[in-house]
């Protein structure tokens, strides 16, 4: 087995020795362009000052064999070129610190490594998928998939997952906060700057996470800012054109101390917050409680302590959210809702959770199946293509510097089904439909859904019913109150005085029923009823006669 100590052996030699060896394996082509990347107040830019929004997913690397996991089940080309189909701009590499601090595992191959694991069966399955990696050292196989998602032009964050090999994460792992077994802090600070040496030039690498999910009992904030201060310059210092991505306290869901004490650095426009949200986070509260309430708390929550930020001008990338793909879990189903629509209502940043359909080795079981994973468990194919589809709507920007191609305007989001409100023809009906195709609709303080450069607005005609278009705007049946804990309800009055909320039927028809879950019941579900009102600068592609 691999040696990994506590005290890794820190050779300033050998390891230029490595890097040098390496600058005759992985030359990245300049295949992504625009970079690089820095900040404009709350966007991430590129050298034109046109926004680029991250649309990530994640790729796991910092597990016990220390490889990009998958590598024994396809190609790295082929899994560079489906993330870059799905329509992912980035992956977020995970690396413990050790492969750069510790100069025998990081000159350990991967046969070796995998070797030393016993994982015969991977081994075979990377002769065959990758002959020209399984006898490359382990920090020459992380940057040989570093260079194939740069001939894709997939952009990379170097994301410091742990310190020594192993899963993520426990408050007591020894990887959770500075001092802890296996996290000093000069051995970490080491291992960024070796890092950002490393890959300085390298055209695709835009970004460096300085740590993932602090945690533990000896978080605290003093010595958040001593180090997180100190290791965000020795980064900026190594390579000033990455990104350098700072994560908070109590497993990076807590940046609420920035409220009254930013960070001091000697450099700017490179500095991006990241935050982590999932369904766990919070237990099993969506599962248990009324989603209105539990969103509507969720949500205040996650704004008091990370997304204040976007408001004080700075990026905030949501590096890790995700959910089990299978589609089963309530508790992530209820979740994912809620976050769809606040993930576009503020246009965030995001890195998926996770590419991974299974894993070489992970708590002792070998080949496990990650069904939060993008892929399937032998990486051939998409595991949840719907849920794929839905997620899409997230990858591209609603606004942002150089996007403005029209005015300022609303789009109508279900996040149930990650489709727009549209208008189809000249009266109608109203259906859901690509956001792509949306119209520009506008909500007045009078609270009149309207489309912009038209008389029509939205109307509650009938109980269970086809919500109709309408010029007369002045009934309190074309008034639309956004109700509810979650204020994702849409409600009005029909003519004969109803309470209705706008709904979707099972052909994708918007339609008016009676309002869904408004009391404290845990097992209503109000999802079709659920749409948010998102501010966007984007030109529809539609050619309706209307729009």
Not at 177 to 187: C, M, V
């Amino acid at each position: 087995m691999v040696a990994h100590s506590s005290t890794p052996i820190i050779s300033s030699f050998s390891f230029l020795a490595i890097i040098a060896s390496l600058l005759t394996v992985a030359v990245l082509p300049a295949t992504v362009s625009a970079v690089p990347l820095s900040t404009s107040s709350r966007w991430i830019v590129d050298e034109s000052g046109q926004r680029v929004k991250l649309a990530c997913v994640n790729w796991v690397s910092h597990l016990e064999p220390v490889v990009a996991e998958g590598l024994s089940k396809q190609p790295v080309d082929a899994i560079s070129k489906r993330i870059a189909s799905l329509g992912f701009n980035c992956v977020r590499l995970t690396w413990p610190t050790f492969l750069a601090t510790n100069d025998t595992l990081a000159s350990v191959t991967v046969r070796q490594s995998f070797q030393s694991l016993g994982l015969s069966e991977s081994i075979a399955g990377l002769q065959s998928n990758n002959p020209s990696i399984i006898d490359l050292t382990l920090i020459q196989a992380y940057q040989a998939v570093v260079s194939s998602l740069g001939k894709n032009n997939v952009m990379v964050i170097l994301d410091n997952q742990v310190s020594k090999p192993g899963w993520c994460c426990s408050s007591f792992d020894g990887n959770g906060f500075f001092g802890d077994q296996y996290f000093s802090p000069d051995i970490w600070i080491k291992g960024l700057t070796r890092m950002a040496t490393l890959f300085k030039g390298v055209a695709n690498v835009v970004g460096m996470s300085l740590r993932n999910e602090l945690r533990g009992p000896k978080q605290n904030v003093d010595d958040w800012y001593k180090y997180m201060q100190r290791g965000a310059e020795a980064v900026h210092s190594a390579n000033p054109d990455v990104l350098v991505i700072l994560s908070g306290l109590s497993y990076d869901k807590d940046l609420s101390f920035l409220a009254d004490r930013p960070v001091s650095l000697t450099f700017s426009g490179k500095t991006v917050y990241e935050v982590h949200w999932y369904g766990f986070s919070d237990g099993q509260a969506w599962k248990s409680g009324n989603p209105n309430q539990v969103c509507g708390s969720v949500v205040n929550n996650m704004k008091r302590q990370a997304g204040f930020l976007l408001e004080k001008g700075f990026p905030l990338f949501v590096s890790e959210f995700g959910v089990d793909q299978r589609g089963t879990n309530v508790n992530d189903n209820r979740y994912l809702n809620c976050f769809m629509a606040t993930a576009a209502e503020l246009d965030v940043d995001f890195a998926l959770w996770t590419l991974d359909g299974s894993y070489y080795l992970k708590d002792g079981v070998l080949g496990m199946n990650e069904y939060y994973g993008v892929l399937n468990w032998d990486w051939s194919d998409v595991r949840n293509s719907s849920l794929s589809q839905r997620l899409s709507v997230l990858q591209s920007p609603f606004q942002g510097p150089g996007l403005s191609q029209s005015r300022l305007h609303k789009i109508i989001f279900h996040p149930a089904t990650g489709l727009c409100l549209l208008k189809v023809g000249w009266l109608g009906p109203l259906k859901l439909g690509s956001c792509s195709q949306s119209g520009a609709w506008s909500y007045s303080s009078k609270k009149i859904l309207s489309l912009k450069g038209t008389y029509f607005c939205i109307q509650a005609d009938e109980l269970e019913k086809p919500a109709q278009v309408g010029i007369i705007c002045t009934t309190p049946n074309s008034q639309w109150d956004t109700i509810s804990d979650s204020g994702l309800h849409l409600s009005s009055k029909t003519l004969n005085g109803s309470d209705v909320c706008l709904d979707v039927d099972s052909s994708n028809t918007i339609v008016t029923s009676s309002c869904k879950c408004l009391g404290r019941d845990s097992s209503c579900d109000p999802e079709s009823q659920w749409f948010k009102l998102v501010d966007s600068t984007i030109t529809s592609t539609s050619s309706s006669p209307m729009l």
